[in-house]
């Protein structure tokens, strides 16, 4: 979106903008418009494009009455003419109002810095990922998952899947570790699965009797290996 406030222009340091005002003051303001020119090309501010058509229209201006200045034999403008004054008047203003718009460019204020990650929350949300990943895997190839022992913290194993527990297979020491509920409420759930298989944890909450207020945690740590 394009930026309507106060102009931005390059400032990583005081002096990154010292050729603005050697082009304007070194060119007796015929070329104001270059350093409002560039500083609309760089930071896209409508403030900085109208400064740069303004000075280009009053240099034009400059240009024309410098081409209508009498000039003697010799080609040299002869002083006294009303348009050479005008012009030497533009001129003047050209080099002075550029100067002092120029004065009124700021550079951009830093960004503020990016806040740093807990890496508590980093260690956490890495752990989800890895579970939501391990539950896809499981889902796709349940060989593959028994395998890897995916959600069965109770044997040995070198695959990480972010703390998971099968709640099809694990027995109920691991499922109160994992989803930190009673014994009782995973012994519920071991007794609740005995000659079945759950495809869904939604349809293990109706069999077992377990309380909801616990239902969320099961939920973020549970996979159901077929």
């Not at 979106?1 to 050697?22: C, D, H, S, T």
């Not at 410098?66 to 001129?91: C, H, K, Q, W």
Request: aromatic share 8%; proline share 8%; with cysteine.
């Amino acid at each position: 979106m394009e930026q309507q406030g106060p102009p931005l222009v390059e400032g990583r340091q005081p002096g990154a903008r010292w050729w603005y005002y050697v082009v304007t003051i070194g060119t007796a303001g015929l070329f104001a418009w270059v350093p409002f020119l560039h500083a609309a090309i760089r930071h896209r501010t409508a403030y900085t494009r109208w400064l740069a058509v303004i000075f280009g229209a009053l240099d034009l201006v400059i240009y024309v009455l410098l081409g209508m200045t009498p000039r003697d034999a010799e080609g040299n403008a002869t002083g006294g003419d009303t348009i050479s004054y005008v012009g030497a008047l533009f001129a003047l203003v050209a080099v002075i109002g550029g100067c002092t718009l120029l004065a009124s460019l700021r550079p951009p204020a830093a960004p503020p810095p990016a806040p740093r990650a807990d890496p508590a929350i980093m260690t956490v949300l890495a752990a989800r990922a890895r579970r939501d990943e391990a539950r896809k895997l499981a889902a796709e190839d349940a060989l593959l998952a028994r395998e890897l022992r995916i959600g069965r913290p109770d044997l040995p194993r070198d695959y990480d899947d972010g703390g998971l527990v099968d709640l099809n297979n694990a027995p109920a020491t691991a499922i109160a570790e994992v989803c930190s509920i009673p014994p009782d409420a995973a012994e519920a759930i071991v007794a609740a699965r005995a000659g079945r298989t759950f495809t869904a944890v939604e349809e293990l909450f109706v069999v077992a009797d377990v309380p909801v207020e616990l239902w969320d945690r099961i939920r973020d740590r549970a996979v159901l290996v077929a």
